[in-house]
């Protein structure tokens, strides 16, 4: 049992750095919009980071579920042993 509470713990810490991460992406896409807004919609020589800011938001977004899920199960399985 307690390496499921090391898990969780670990689990939990790097959900947190997740959307720690998943935060500064996000204000990073917002800076370029402003910046493309500002520019009057044209942003040639940024292109390449805004296409990169956005890939990692969706693989951000998609290690989050997968740390979730795994929360998730360690969590139904931590309440299944408590109640045995």
Do not use: C, P
Not at 1 to 28: C, N, P, T, Y
Not at 47 to 73: S, T
């Amino acid at each position: 049992m307690s390496s499921a509470v090391d898990e969780i713990s670990r689990l939990q810490a790097q959900l947190k750095e997740l959307l720690s991460a998943w935060a500064e992406f996000e204000h990073q896409a917002r800076r370029y919009g402003d910046a493309k807004e500002r520019a009057g919609g044209i942003l040639h020589d940024v292109d390449m980071d805004v296409r990169q800011v956005f890939r990692n938001l969706k693989d951000n977004e998609a290690e989050q579920a997968r740390v979730r899920a795994r929360l998730d199960e360690l969590s139904a399985q931590s309440q299944k042993d408590n109640t045995a």
